[in-house]
């Protein structure tokens, strides 16, 4: 029997992108979805989708920065489907401007909120549940995370402190049977960074950087390593070949490394 089947799956920024294509996975699997985003519209579609490919989705309109509304979407999935198994803290919002040229100081505030602390709101209200069953806390955080990268300084300080808290969560609930997995993407073929925030701290609508066929990883190759990760409960994923190295310049030559995210991020801009 599939791992998946029958449990229950909480996604956040299950309406589009990752989420989207995560939760639809998942469904085919036969999980539960509990699908988690602002836009009710949105998920309503997905749901749709998740129900198509066989399995069971409800659809809870959520603002992950709300820690009242983290805690009434994990009550509805124990409504809907007597528990939680896994949550995957997927919602997030990215920026693309220099912090020097940057007018809306706000925009780090709101980086933090819904990136980690919307992840730390809902693994809250959902921690008594997955100890219950012994379950999965998966953080769909990015290569950012592990390492600085130009015109996205809030962003990553944001997927740092993901990476902080989750780490040391880790070893909190050694013993409890609950593991967490951290997943770093790179660049994958999803809006975004068209939904980024700029400088005036309102999302740019489009991307700024070359987008063409093969600058990015194909969502569903993305989606594929999340479930594998998810099924071996894997400690932590670093995606791409270069994303690999990366990790391994960061600790032995540092500097060439900050060269290469300045050039790589220099040619996605032509």
Same mark, same amino acid.
């Given at each position: 029997?599939?791992?998946?089947?029958?449990?229950?799956?909480?996604?956040?920024?299950?309406?589009?992108?990752?989420?989207?294509?995560?939760?639809?996975?998942?469904?085919?699997?036969?999980?539960?979805?509990?699908?988690?985003?602002?836009?009710?519209?949105?998920?309503?579609?997905?749901?749709?989708?998740?129900?198509?490919?066989?399995?069971?989705?409800?659809?809870?309109?959520? /603002?992950?920065?709300?820690? $009242?509304?983290?805690?009434?979407? &994990?009550?509805?999935? !124990?409504?809907?489907? *007597?528990? +939680? #198994?896994?949550?995957?803290?997927?919602?997030?919002?990215?920026?693309?401007a220099l912090f020097e040229e940057v007018t809306d100081l706000g925009v780090f505030e709101r980086l933090m909120r819904i990136n980690y602390l919307g992840a730390v709101y809902s693994t809250h209200?959902?921690?008594?549940?997955?100890?219950?069953?012994?379950?999965?806390?998966?953080?769909?955080?990015?290569?950012?995370?592990?390492?600085?990268?130009?015109?996205?300084?809030?962003?990553?300080?944001?997927?740092?402190?993901?990476?902080?808290?989750? /780490?040391?969560?880790?070893? $909190?609930?050694?013993?409890?049977? &609950?593991?967490?997995? !951290?997943?770093?993407? *790179?660049? +994958? #073929?999803?809006?975004?960074?068209?939904?980024?925030?700029?400088?005036?701290?309102?999302?740019?609508?489009?991307?700024?950087?070359?987008?063409?066929?093969?600058?990015?990883?194909?969502?569903?190759?993305?989606?594929?390593?999340?479930?594998?990760?998810?099924?071996?409960?894997?400690?932590?994923?670093?995606?791409?070949?270069?994303?690999?190295?990366?990790?391994?310049?960061?600790?032995?030559?540092?500097?060439?490394?900050?060269?290469?995210?300045?050039?790589?991020?220099?040619?996605?801009?032509?």
């Amino acid at each position: 029997m599939c791992a998946m089947q029958g449990k229950s799956v909480v996604i956040t920024g299950a309406s589009m992108g990752i989420g989207e294509e995560l939760a639809v996975a998942l469904a085919a699997r036969g999980a539960n979805l509990v699908l988690a985003a602002r836009s009710e519209d949105a998920l309503q579609k997905v749901k749709q989708r998740c129900e198509a490919a066989g399995g069971r989705a409800v659809a809870v309109a959520t /603002d992950v920065g709300d820690a $009242e509304a983290c805690r009434r979407m &994990v009550e509805r999935a !124990v409504e809907a489907f *007597g528990g +939680v #198994d896994v949550l995957v803290n997927n919602a997030g919002v990215s920026m693309d401007a220099l912090f020097e040229e940057v007018t809306d100081l706000g925009v780090f505030e709101r980086l933090m909120r819904i990136n980690y602390l919307g992840a730390v709101y809902s693994t809250h209200h959902a921690l008594p549940h997955l100890k219950a069953r012994r379950g999965l806390l998966v953080a769909i955080s990015s290569l950012t995370g592990k390492t600085g990268v130009p015109t996205r300084t809030g962003y990553a300080a944001s997927k740092h402190a993901m990476h902080g808290f989750f /780490d040391s969560l880790r070893v $909190e609930l050694m013993g409890t049977g &609950v593991d967490v997995t !951290v997943v770093c993407p *790179g660049f +994958v #073929d999803t809006n975004v960074r068209a939904n980024a925030l700029g400088k005036d701290g309102k999302p740019l609508q489009q991307s700024k950087h070359n987008e063409a066929e093969g600058n990015n990883m194909a969502l569903g190759t993305c989606v594929s390593i999340i479930l594998k990760a998810m099924d071996q409960r894997e400690r932590e994923v670093v995606m791409t070949a270069k994303g690999k190295l990366g990790q391994f310049l960061k600790v032995f030559t540092p500097g060439l490394l900050d060269r290469i995210v300045f050039k790589t991020m220099k040619d996605r801009q032509r």
